[in-house]
């Protein structure tokens, strides 16, 4: 794939990457994750489940900000996704701005990197974020340093709406250091003022403009009489259609293309359009040619595009209603051609309506009244649930389904406020088991025993996502007795929730049966217990909390185990010893919190999800008759300083 090569060239031109945005029509998660997200990371192409999850430690470890915007209706939230990557989808109708309709899509593709210095590359064309996109389809995709502010200006003008619309606030602007040479390239979107064809054609008086584009407005001679006062009337519109079963133009035949084509004899009539061959041969290699090339020449200039235009209305013409489109225009030698031989055209050469409504975008309304941002939050344990409504609806008619909690939760609209928006009513909720969510990642909203809609959850917070634990509770307090580190430890895996995701061709990995309490001495369960309590004596809260809820073998995982533990072995003896050392375990935690807290913060840990799930009733177990006598009971919580 040569774009991808390409991409792992630019990455390894910057420094550590800060900041990676992408933009893309529609998306394939899985192939974005196994090669982009690799290259980015600058690792090899994982083969199994246990590299993915090493990426993402990678990715939140290296504070990468790396995410991807696409058409909201587009996105199948139901494939595959292995890390917890941001991907956002955007509705161009909800943007706030008139010529962003419901016909409107979502269809830039874009590429932004900068890295912690402060150096920028943009990268622009036509390439889906998708196999088809960067290994099956001819494409043409561009990347360019970013060497003036006014580039720089560009981008976040045209990043700002959408970051923005996924509830990230203002495109934040960090301080650059401007390289590279070419000064004089342009960044052309859709939420500038000028539209596209204005900005191509600015200061030329253009004899012909070249197209390469693999989709046309179905009434084409309709589309150049709206083209032709922006362009100028003078130009000829020079096409190379991707040909569909190597022979059909994508548009319907009129006499009218016969009459722009073939002018008659009169002088006030003059060439209009020509369709040319490519200039080289089709790569047998390539399923369709994709690419979108536009070149407007005046005869001693001539000006270059590269990006996501088609040549339809809502693609290039932008009048009354337009696309989310971008792309970079350039200045080329005034020589440049990208046509072949001329081709005269007639009507057998064109697409049926039939064959046009088969290749026709079946793109399908959104079927909410409100948008939703739906975050979980790893530090906290909880979701965080806000949106803003069209219109007013009551409580019952939209209810929301999300991983690890048990009950749907009711959506409804706040009323009686102030102002144009109105507000969807605000939820904060923890989680029954947040183990679901590493691998299930997205929301269903449902309006009675129908499922309308399903989105992406944005995980914040990631480094404190706990992806490795081991298999069995002995495992765990062997590595404690033997000083193991558990982040380097051969006896952690993958917790049990990604082992249900694995890669293709990756072979079942063996499991080990249960231990029970008979395999456990009295002497390695204490000792390894000690060992845990000695670690509590972190340096730093922030170690702290890894230790208790991040690590593999935290003490969320251990107390969880212990459960599991004294509710399957009837030894009552050595559970019970088990309970009440895990016990003073969640007391010297609580301490250490206390130790490590700044000055005027609660002395007490917070009551959320985090710390409950470190709680085991010490009196769920009790000792058999003939030890459970009060001597000989204040003796054992005496010498093993336990509680009563």
Request: hydrophobic fraction near 40%; charged fraction near 25%.
């Amino acid at each position: 794939m040569k774009l991808l090569e390409q991409l792992r060239e630019q990455v390894a031109s910057l420094g550590e990457i800060r900041r990676a945005w992408f933009t893309s029509f529609n998306l394939n998660i899985p192939f974005f994750e196994t090669h982009l997200l690799s290259a980015l990371l600058g690792t090899d192409t994982p083969a199994n489940r246990l590299d993915y999850e090493n990426m993402q430690w990678m990715l939140a470890d290296s504070k990468m900000d790396a995410r991807i915007f696409c058409d909201a209706r587009m996105l199948e939230a139901d494939q595959l996704k292995r890390t917890a990557i941001p991907i956002h989808g955007i509705l161009p109708q909800r943007l706030g701005r008139k010529v962003f309709q419901s016909k409107s899509i979502f269809h830039p593709k874009v590429i932004l990197l900068e890295d912690k210095q402060g150096r920028m590359v943009l990268g622009a064309g036509s390439a889906n974020l998708s196999v088809d996109g960067w290994g099956r389809n001819q494409e043409v995709f561009r990347f360019l340093p970013v060497c003036t502010s006014q580039q720089r200006d560009q981008i976040a003008a045209f990043f700002s709406p959408l970051s923005e619309a996924a509830g990230l606030g203002p495109f934040e602007k960090f301080k650059a250091i401007y390289h590279g040479e070419d000064d004089a390239w342009r960044f052309v979107h859709s939420f500038q003022d000028k539209v596209f064809l204005q900005q191509l054609t600015a200061g030329l008086t253009v004899q012909r403009l070249s197209v390469w584009s693999p989709y046309f407005s179905r009434d084409l001679p309709a589309l150049l009489d709206k083209l032709r006062p922006v362009v100028g009337e003078q130009a000829v519109f020079s096409l190379v259609p991707d040909r569909r079963e190597n022979h059909y133009v994508p548009t319907r035949w009129t006499p009218r293309i016969a009459e722009l084509q073939e002018p008659s004899d009169r002088q006030d009539q003059q060439e209009v359009l020509s369709f040319h061959a490519r200039p080289t041969a089709r790569d047998a290699r390539t399923d369709f040619t994709h690419a979108k090339i536009w070149l407007a020449s005046s005869g001693k200039q001539a000006r270059m595009a590269v990006g996501s235009w088609n040549f339809t209305g809502r693609g290039c013409a932008s009048l009354d209603c337009r696309n989310i489109e971008a792309g970079i225009v350039f200045d080329v030698n005034a020589r440049t051609d990208i046509t072949g031989a001329r081709e005269l055209l007639q009507s057998d050469a064109f697409s049926d309506n039939a064959a046009l409504d088969a290749d026709a975008l079946d793109l399908q309304d959104y079927p909410l009244p409100f948008d939703l941002f739906v975050v979980y939050d790893w530090e906290k344990c909880a979701y965080a649930i806000t949106g803003k409504c069209d219109r007013r609806f009551d409580a019952g008619v939209y209810t929301l389904r999300l991983p690890g909690v048990s009950k749907r939760q009711s959506l409804y609209s706040m009323t009686n406020l102030r102002g144009d928006t109105i507000p969807l009513a605000a939820l904060a909720l923890e989680p029954d088991d947040d183990g679901v969510l590493l691998a299930d990642h997205s929301y269903e909203v449902w309006q009675g025993g129908e499922m309308r809609y399903r989105g992406l959850i944005q995980e914040v917070n990631v480094k404190y996502r706990r992806g490795q634990g081991y298999d069995s509770l002995k495992d765990l307090l062997n590595d404690l007795v033997d000083g193991a580190d558990p982040e380097r430890s051969s006896n952690t895996r993958l917790r049990e929730a990604l082992r249900h995701q694995p890669v293709p061709g990756e072979e079942e990995t063996w499991v080990p049966p249960a231990v029970d309490s008979q395999g456990m001495s009295y002497f390695r369960l204490f000792h390894a217990f000690a060992q845990f309590r000695a670690r509590l004596a972190a340096p730093s809260r922030a170690a702290l909390e890894h230790m208790l809820f991040v690590s593999p073998g935290c003490l969320q995982e251990l107390v969880s185990k212990v459960d599991e533990q004294i509710k399957q072995d009837g030894n009552a003896v050595f559970n019970w010893f088990l309970l009440q050392e895990t016990h003073a375990l969640y007391r010297a935690a609580c301490a250490a919190y206390d130790a490590t807290r700044e000055k005027y913060q609660s002395k007490a840990p917070p009551d959320n999800y985090r710390w409950r799930s470190l709680w085991l009733d010490p009196h769920s177990v009790r000792l058999p008759r003939e030890l459970g006598r009060k001597p000989t009971m204040k003796q054992i919580l005496d010498v093993c300083n336990y509680e009563a």
